[in-house]
């Protein structure tokens, strides 16, 4: 097996395509997104002969505490790339001077995946960047049908939803919007005690997924005030629920879960076949802070899918205090 970037986007995303396993942060435009936020990124092919096996999209991550190496939800392909993927990550670690290697796994989490890593002498990392338990919902079903597998009181707030007339659901691709989403944005991660994305984050995403259409912005508005908003992302066949926020206010007003039920809509008419919720709490952490969170998701109906854990491959001592630092940070919040 070799290695080769690709440069081609055409190429790129046509072998994404013909894989089961994988998530929008494997496009090509999220590594459009990364070079926005001043990242550098490697698109890699992994080659037996001439038939390309897998891909990994790399990017370098520059931060305070130093310089790594991070594939989001990769590698896209079998455990059997995983050796000649990580020879070359080391290469290029020892280029920009990177002190570890970090990889979010798009693969199922059982024994023979989790090995593979431990062959090559990965540790869990102390945190993880993205889920590695999600809920999935098969949306090919009729809307009457994915209805009829949610939760009844999912089921009832949703139609108690669509009679209440101050109640409107607006779906829209203005940046001025995403301004909007941002306040209330803004006021859920103070509530919920998390570091929110910049403006600016939120601006790169838009314009990166916004020329091939992917992405949408879902406000939700009671009697005409923004109540409940969501970023969804729409790629090669699923919808992902990618960010959300609301306002306590309107806690007892089922604004939210029209809002959701609008966005799985809105994967059906693309043509999706999935959506994806993103992340949840595991089952047995019910002071997690997304415990409610996920127990809203899962009323939509689905099933969850576990990735390997995060995995981290120490190339220096440098690394050392990024995993200290990280591990009392995960102790903080709970997760």
């Known amino acids: 097996m070799g290695i080769r ?31 926005r936020e001043g990242e550098k990124v490697w698109r890699l092919g992994v080659y037996d002969g001439n038939e390309l096996v897998g891909a990994a999209l790399v990017v370098r991550v520059k931060a305070r505490r130093g310089t790594f190496l991070f594939v989001p939800h990769g590698p ?54 993205h889920p590695e338990l999600t809920w999935e919902l098969d949306i090919r079903p009729s809307e009457e049908e994915l209805l009829m597998g949610m939760r009844k009181t999912t089921r009832y707030l949703i139609r108690q939803a669509q009679k209440n007339t101050d109640i409107e659901i607006v779906k829209t691709q203005n940046i001025e919007d995403l301004k909007k989403f941002n306040e209330i944005y803004c006021q859920t991660a103070k509530r919920h005690k998390f570091v929110p994305f910049s403006l600016k984050y939120l601006e790169h995403q838009l314009c990166s997924f916004l020329p091939d259409n992917q992405i949408m912005i879902f406000l939700g508005k009671y009697k005409k005030e923004i109540a409940s908003a969501s970023i969804a992302v729409f790629w090669q066949g699923t919808g992902f629920y990618h960010h959300g926020a609301s306002l306590p206010k ?60 995060t995995q981290d491959l120490s190339l220096s001592w440098k690394y050392w205090p990024t995993y200290i630092f990280e591990k009392i940070r995960k102790i903080k919040r709970r997760l």
């Not at 190429?11 to 998530?23: I, R």
């Not at 790339?81 to 990550?89: D, G, Q």
């Not at 076949?273 to 709490?281: D, E, L, P, S, T």
């Open 76 to 129: 896209v392909g079998e455990s059997k790339i995983l050796e000649v993927l990580i020879k070359k990550l080391k290469e290029i670690a020892k280029q920009e001077k990177a002190s570890f290697i970090r990889i979010s796994p798009i693969w199922e989490r059982n024994e023979e995946n989790i090995k593979a890593f431990r062959n090559l002498a990965f540790r869990n990392a102390p945190i993880h960047m």
């Open 5 to 35: 970037e690709i440069n081609n986007k055409e190429a790129w995303e046509s072998f994404l395509l013909e894989c089961d396993e994988k998530t929008f942060l494997d496009s090509w435009n999220w590594g459009e997104f990364q070079k």
């Open 250 to 309: 309107y806690n007892k007003i089922p604004v939210s879960y029209l809002l959701q039920w609008e966005a799985i809509k809105e994967a059906k008419s693309r043509g999706c076949q999935k959506y994806n919720f993103w992340g949840i709490a595991p089952d047995d952490s019910k002071n997690h802070p997304w415990a409610g969170l996920g127990l809203f998701k899962k009323g939509f109906g689905g099933y969850r899918k576990d990735y390997v854990k």
